[in-house]
């Protein structure tokens, strides 16, 4: 009975991790479309509350990080629920940095707010967008063991670096055409470049879950 009660205390801590693992995702996500919205409907308020809301991830990585240290320590856990604690650690830090991008999407949206349009934005919410649905499907792959989805999200990063492209080569005729539009093509590409960063956080996610389920490691290799 007292084998019983451990191993049930047990996976409700790992339950928990995963829990807050998704929370973190799903917080992350809302993050990226309020820093979009922001820019795209010019609203300096809700930019400045994206900016403000990065200390929420911050802390949910502390209390993460705490609570797979806790049971590593008092556990001891061996084979798949040890690469399941020291990869969900990793990913946390992943999850943060994915917290920043969104902070500094914020930061330059409020600012291009107080400048005239430069162009429509259209590719960068698409950007956004699939970006967005890659750091979910990371997360859905990790907590579910899926190799499959893993290699899928590893894949579409392409997609969003094609999108990156296009936006850097737009940018470049921007500037060329008009030397005044350089200080805003400028903030455009910053913005471009951390949403290039939040799918390569995704990607990392992804990686680590191939590792978890496969053992292999495919980092620095290029996906078929």
Do not use: W
Request: aromatic share 4%; charged share 35%; with cysteine.
């Amino acid at each position: 009975m007292e084998r019983e009660h451990f191993s049930k205390k047990y996976d409700e801590e790992l339950n928990e991790i995963r829990e807050k693992l998704l929370e973190m995702g799903g917080k992350v996500e809302v993050m990226i479309a309020n820093a979009m919205k922001a820019l795209v409907e010019r609203d300096s308020e809700l930019a400045e509350k994206t900016i403000k809301f990065d200390h929420v991830i911050n802390h949910l990585e502390v209390e993460i990080d705490e609570k797979c240290l806790q049971v590593l320590a008092k556990r001891q856990p061996a084979a798949r629920d040890l690469r399941f604690i020291t990869l969900a650690l990793k990913i946390v830090t992943d999850l943060e940095r994915i917290g920043d991008q969104c902070r500094n999407i914020a930061m330059r949206a409020r600012e291009l707010n107080e400048e005239p349009p430069l162009k429509p934005y259209i590719d960068l919410p698409r950007m956004a967008g699939a970006a967005s649905v890659m750091v979910k499907e990371a997360l859905d792959a990790f907590v579910r063991g899926d190799d499959t989805l893993a290699i899928k999200v590893c894949k579409d990063d392409q997609q969003v670096d094609d999108l990156n492209e296009q936006i850097q080569r737009e940018l470049l005729t921007f500037m060329m055409g008009d030397p005044a539009t350089i200080s805003r093509a400028m903030k455009v590409n910053h913005i471009a470049k951390c949403l290039e960063r939040i799918a390569d956080h995704a990607t990392n996610v992804a990686e680590m879950v191939i590792f978890m389920v496969k053992g292999k490691d495919i980092r620095h290799t290029t996906m078929a």
